[in-house]
């Protein structure tokens, strides 16, 4: 079945950095777009960023924008998400999802970044 | 890249319909038919329940129905049933390869 798996969360000092990785299975990954999106605790949804199918362009929220860096292996079915220069207001559960026409219609399960000191 | 709005919350008894807005501008609900609807049940991932402005993914109820006047998009929820009690969100292109969600609205089924 279509399964993305988020990896590479966990607790980092400000201005650190962490890589997440997206593993995916179950589609051919190079014919998909694929998001970034996060949630801080308690509160709604907000888009990171995009790549598309072959990654040949990729796109950004304003605010991490310079700091956050998406990319993809498609020989390994994996997306990625390397940030650097965190911040408190980083702290977030970052979820990968499919692209569909700007529907996302199949996401992970989140993996929790806190950005602490 | 302003979020869309949405009502913090709404309500409906079971069997009834509930209809959530999400209002954007020109620029984003307003200019694309590329308005998404999600579902989260606490601690879960979203689920995506409406896309292009109104149609169902396979295995989404047809109680799931969505629309769109000029620069508000809204969901239906008729039928109401315990399982819909979640929160919802919205979600549009908004051009130059952006994407822009909603504030997310808490639907309680009484």
């Known amino acids: 079945q279509v399964q993305l798996v988020e990896s590479g969360g966990g607790v980092v000092q400000p201005g650190r950095s962490l890589r997440l990785s997206c593993a995916t299975s179950g589609f051919t990954f190079s014919r998909y777009g694929m998001h970034w999106v996060r949630q801080a605790p308690g509160k709604g949804l907000e888009w990171v960023a995009i790549i598309w199918y072959d990654g040949s362009n990729k796109y950004y929220t304003d605010s991490v924008k310079g700091r956050f860096t998406i990319s993809r292996d498609n020989s390994k079915n994996t997306l990625y998400l390397q940030m650097n220069s965190l911040r408190g207001e980083d702290t977030a559960v970052y979820y990968c999802?499919?692209?569909?026409?700007?529907?996302?219609?199949?996401w992970g399960q989140g993996t929790t970044v806190t950005v602490s000191s | 890249q302003s979020a869309l709005t949405q009502p913090p919350s709404a309500s409906g008894s079971p069997g009834q319909s509930v209809t959530i807005s999400c209002t954007g501008t020109s620029s984003d609900v307003g200019g694309y038919n590329y308005v998404s609807w999600y579902q989260q049940h606490p601690g879960k991932a979203p689920k995506l329940i409406i896309y292009?402005?109104?149609k169902r993914p396979s295995g989404v109820p047809d109680r799931f129905s969505g629309s769109k006047s000029g620069n508000t998009a809204s969901l239906t929820v008729s039928g109401l049933r315990a399982e819909d009690e979640a929160d919802y969100y919205c979600?549009?292109?908004?051009?130059?390869?952006?994407?822009?969600f909603g504030g997310g609205t808490k639907l309680t089924v009484l």
């Open positions: 292009e402005v109104s």
């Open positions: 999802a499919r692209d569909n026409h700007y529907g996302l219609d199949v």
């Open positions: 979600s549009s292109y908004a051009g130059s390869n952006n994407l822009v």
